[in-house]
């Protein structure tokens, strides 16, 4: 075991760790505050926020030599011996003249300011600057520049850490963004008539610890302080990248990414932040709705009414046209837990009844960026889990939509339970043509759409905002999504839909649920004792890497606040 | 040294003195003939050290000892660097060693990158020297079409490339690594050490970096020998000082009757360079104040004035170093916040903008003093103008490079040796505001653009 020595408190770390000074004191509980240090992109060691001063420690005599100069904490490995001393009064000026000199031109436009509440420039400055402002300079300009279709920079708030521009050139590799003028005139901007317009463009609104750039998308639309944060999973495709929904008053205001070096490291795409116009869509499914006698429209249907309506429909349809003819079809955007209570309670209607898989949308390719980054062509988050919860309840191949199309289309099934969750645009009239020679269809989705037109019954369900489950990505990594949002009114969660097909009591509980999987389904075996929050490996085995070692949330550095510097801040606090 | 006789200026004012006749009339290229005549790169690496060369460019680095830190037995590229981006201001020895005996600087080249075993060599030259780029590039032409660049020159095994590159009017690029990202095509942000560039340099291989007048030093070590160059100059006073050897070129500019560059043993004092070369400062007037070696090194007062500029006197007076050697002299009449507003405004508008400290540090000196200047300064002024000195650099280590160095020592000098002055003057030009004590209210008396 190493151990570096951080203001006098000795923390141990693994031999094999390469972890620099922030890291290292972070383990021990010692904030070193910086703006332009970023775990995933490379060093510049430029906002020299981080200065600490460093020595080496003689194993043999004890002695302690220290560097005379200020060191940059991000640029220092933490090595067996290393000294670091982050509280003396140099270190101290060092971080109240950055502070001073970062607020010089800045515009302290706070009350207008979407990164406030959320702002390292205002915390350090709480934590790390002076009281009093000593510039003397006129500093309100702000001026506004559009990047990209989800960037805007508000040039004055910059504090040129650069993370934006190596972002574009070491993780998107795209490379728009850059630094034009010298000095105190420097600032970010794009190379004329080049946006930046890749999907990964939302990354560096996240990036940036200050309010400089923003997100077009969520730009004045809640305080910071307002949302609570809620665990997700993003459902845009097989990745999986772990999430984050912020939410106020039920509404959901914007979608981060959430570090979990299992899946996505730091970063989301743009299709799975900025594309949830879904989750609070006018169009949405209000209740259960019941075709007419004769075609014309639709009736609603009480929820106490509906489900034994639909459960004598199944059950008359095996009664009369045996099990065979009656097929499930199991969305890939189900969550796991969903997906099994369907799947039993299919084989609870008929043993025979069988299951199909969903439609997995594919894209061409997939799309991977120069840091390793990908959009998988498979657009669903779910099908290895749905898959392996189908092999658990019918031995052999998983049917897909395509099969279920043929069978429907060969006259082998008269009835489907059809469930959907996902707004889609393969969903055409052409492809929901074919289920028109369906005796009955039961729909069950969020959106209307060409496929629940035609169906008898649509059961409303809910988008993955609004409900607690497990996804399993493209490699087999199982993750656990919170709820954020309660469903749409007139809507139910899916899996207590299911539940109560099944007839169970009381409330769904996805926790539950996924344990009783883990006991029945080897496949989900490691869930047993619960999800954590990297989430699990199913197929490779190998162990999950947490995610809570290596500073790794991109919305905020510093889970702990030290109060130096100020006498007015060291005020006890409760 | 009365007698001394002009070594790195010899053919300077010859006729054609930039001409590859006119430079091997007057002996030029015997050293690498020498060298390639028998010499290996280690003989010509510790010759160079035990000559005592250090640095011309600023820092004063020994030559010979930077060359050890390039790895060994690496497989190659190495490259050289030669640094002609000479930026600081009043400093132009770089300029006449290349306009007027380049095959001078080409000979010292080539020996260096013997010694370093660098094939190719990058010559940096700012925009600002277009009859430099031009000598230089057509004695650079001369040298191919006469099979002294190029491959196996001499029949031997050794081969070099000299490729021109000019720079776009950058100060910054006249740091060693700000310059390897420049000829790399990137911005020239100074980049952070380790690792430094005889591990690292340009194109991600070792890199020597050294100055124009430190390699026009070579030739004249390789054909005198060591116990020559040692004898000018001033010898080592202890085991912390390794001496100033060897030839220097002083420009002395400003106030004094004759501008120019003269050559003369390191050592010479202020003093000496005006009344025996700058014929005395100018008008008749008095001498106020000097800078030692480019603006970046800080500030002399005239009473400093004898002590000698070698590499360790200017320290010993509180400024930064000898640097280029570049004397700007002052007279009577220049009030000391003249002086400081023109170094910080060069400095404002010079730094890169990467690290925080010199960024604002630099532009925030500069407006506290246009303020000044405005007749609106404040006594507080003064300390905060010290602060922003002591606070910036790599000396406090809050930099990468030493830019930042530059712009504090100005102001650390004036504040320590001047503050008298300054002091009278912001209470004569600001009689009714200058005990004002907040920033807000100062804010209030005047309201500055930028």
């Known amino acids: 075991m190493a151990v570096i020595t951080v203001d006098g408190k000795d923390i141990e770390i693994g031999d094999s760790e390469r972890l620099n000074v922030i890291q290292a004191a972070d383990r021990g509980g010692v904030a070193i505050p910086f703006y332009c240090w970023h775990p995933g992109l490379s060093v510049v060691a430029s906002c020299r926020m981080c200065l600490v001063e460093v020595g080496q420690k003689n194993k043999d005599t004890g002695e302690v030599a220290m560097q005379p100069r200020l060191v940059p904490a991000c640029q220092t490995p933490a090595k067996d011996g290393t000294v670091v001393v982050t509280e003396s009064a140099k270190v101290k000026a060092n971080q109240n003249f950055v502070q001073e000199g970062l607020l010089l031109d800045h515009p302290i436009d706070c009350p207008i300011c979407d990164q406030a509440g959320e702002c390292w420039l205002q915390d350090y400055y709480f934590n790390y600057g002076h009281q009093k402002r000593r510039a003397d300079v006129k500093p309100f300009t702000s001026r506004r520049k559009d990047l990209g279709e989800h960037v805007t920079l508000f040039v004055d708030r910059c504090v040129m850490c650069s993370r934006c521009v190596r972002f574009t050139r070491e993780v998107s590799g795209e490379g ?114 019941r075709k007419k006698a004769d075609g014309s429209g639709w009736d609603d249907v009480l929820w106490n009414d509906a489900l034994p309506e639909v459960e004598k429909l199944l059950k008359d349809a095996v009664t009369q046209h045996g099990g065979k003819q009656v097929a499930f079809v199991l969305s890939p955007f189900l969550t796991v837990e969903e997906a099994y209570l369907l799947g039993t309670y299919a084989k609870q209607v008929s043993p025979d009844a069988p299951l199909f898989l ?3 949308p594919v894209v061409e390719a997939d799309e991977t960026f120069k840091a390793g980054f990908t959009i998988r062509k498979e657009r669903a988050p779910n099908r290895v889990g749905v898959e392996a919860v189908i092999k658990h309840f019918q031995a052999g191949e998983v049917p897909g939509w395509d099969a279920f199309k043929l069978a429907v289309e060969s006259g082998s099934l008269r009835v489907a339970y059809v469930t959907g969750n996902a707004p889609a645009v393969w969903n055409t009239d052409s492809e929901a043509s074919v289920l028109e020679k369906l005796h009955k269809l039961v729909v069950h989705d969020m959106l209307p759409s060409p496929i629940a037109r035609k169906a008898h019954y649509i059961v409303p369900g809910v988008s993955s905002a609004e409900k607690d489950g497990c996804y399993v990505n493209h490699n087999g990594l199982l993750q656990a999504t919170e709820w954020g949002v309660r469903p749409t009114l007139g809507a139910h969660v899916d899996g207590q839909t299911f539940s109560e097909y099944l007839g169970r009591k009381g409330m769904y509980h996805a926790a539950s649920v996924i344990r009783e999987v883990a006991q029945k389904l080897p496949f989900f075996a490691r869930a047993v004792d619960g999800v954590p929050e990297a989430g699990l490996n199913l197929i490779t085995g190998s162990e999950i890497r947490p995610t809570t070692t290596e500073l790794g949330t991109v919305t905020h550095p510093l889970p702990t606040f030290r109060s130096v510097g100020s006498p007015l801040l060291e005020v006890e606090r409760v | 040294m009365a007698d001394f006789e002009p070594v790195l200026l010899a053919n300077v004012g010859k006729a054609d003195s930039w001409t590859l006749p006119v430079y091997e009339q007057n002996g030029g290229y015997q050293a690498i003939r020498k060298v390639l005549g028998g010499m290996s790169p280690v003989d010509v690496i510790e010759t160079v050290k035990s000559s005592g060369l250090r640095g011309r460019g600023g820092a004063g680095f020994p030559t010979g000892l930077k060359w050890t830190f390039l790895p060994k037995d690496h497989p190659g590229p190495i490259y050289m660097c030669v640094n002609a981006d000479e930026s600081e201001p009043a400093t132009f020895n770089n300029r006449i060693l290349m306009e007027d005996d380049p095959h001078q600087v080409i000979e010292g080249i080539m020996l260096g990158c013997f010694a370093t075993r660098a094939r190719v060599a990058y010559l940096y030259i700012r925009v600002e020297y277009p009859t430099a780029y031009k000598r230089l590039q057509s004695a650079i032409d001369e040298c191919y079409a006469t099979g002294k660049l190029g491959q196996n020159i001499n029949g031997t095994d050794f081969s070099l490339d000299i490729f021109l590159h000019r720079g776009a009017a950058a100060y910054i690029c006249g740091e060693e690594t700000g310059l390897i990202e420049s000829l790399e095509g990137k911005r020239a942000w100074p980049r952070i050490k380790p ?33 020559w160059f040692k004898s000018i100059g001033i010898p080592s006073t202890g085991p912390r000082d390794p001496g100033s050897y060897g030839p220097k070129l002083y420009c002395v500019s400003g106030h004094v009757e004759k501008p120019g560059c003269y050559e003369a043993p390191l050592g010479l004092t202020t003093r000496e360079l005006i009344e025996r070369f700058g014929g005395g ?97 404040r006594l507080k002024d003064i300390e905060l103008l010290n602060t922003i000195g002591n606070s910036i650099g790599i000396t406090p280590g809050t930099t990468i490079c030493g830019l930042a160095d ?32 907040d920033a807000v209210e100062a804010l209030q008396l005047v309201q500055l653009g930028h």
């Not at chain 1, 944060?229 to 772990?242: A, I, L, Q, Y």
């Open chain 1, 176 to 289: 728009e963004l850059q630094v034009i003028q010298r000095g105190a005139h420097a600032e970010i901007d794009i190379f004329p008539n080049h946006p930046i317009n890749n999907t990964l463009s939302g990354n560096v609104n996240d990036l940036c610890p200050v309010g400089a750039l923003c997100s077009k998308d969520f730009l004045y639309n809640q305080r910071v302080w307002f949302m609570e944060p809620h665990n997700s999973v993003c459902t845009g495709c097989s990745t999986g990248c772990s999430t984050q929904l912020h939410v106020s008053e039920n509404k959901l205001h914007r979608i981060q990414p959430r570090y979990n070096p299992n899946a996505n490291d730091w970063w989301m795409c743009d299709i799975g932040r900025f594309e949830n116009g879904h989750v609070h869509a006018e169009e949405r499914i209000d209740g259960v709705k």
């Open chain 1, 358 to 360: 969903g439609k997995v």
């Open chain 2, 195 to 227: 690792p430094f560039p005889a591990v690292e340099g340009a194109f991600r291989k070792p890199t020597v970096v050294n100055n124009i007048e430190t390699l026009a030093c070579l030739p004249h070590i390789i054909n005198r020998g060591v116990d």
């Open chain 2, 281 to 377: 400062v100018w008008k008749g007037r008095k001498g106020k104040m000097s800078v030692p070696g480019g603006v970046s090194m800080g500030l002399m007062t005239e009473k400093e004035w004898d002590i000698p500029l070698d590499f360790a006197g200017p320290g010993k007076v509180g400024c930064l170093g000898l640097g280029t050697a570049a004397v700007t002299v002052m007279d009577e009449t220049v009030g000391i916040f003249d002086y400081l507003t023109y170094t910080c405004r060069f400095f404002a508008h010079e730094s890169c903008g990467q690290c925080t400290p010199c960024r604002e540090g630099t532009s925030w000196s500069e407006r506290i003093l246009q303020r000044i200047m405005a007749g609106k300064g």
């Open chain 2, 406 to 437: 530059g712009a504090a020592w100005p102001m650390k000098n004036a504040v320590t040796k001047y503050r008298d002055e300054m002091e009278a003057f912001i209470k004569k030009t600001n009689p009714n505001g200058w005990g004002v004590e």
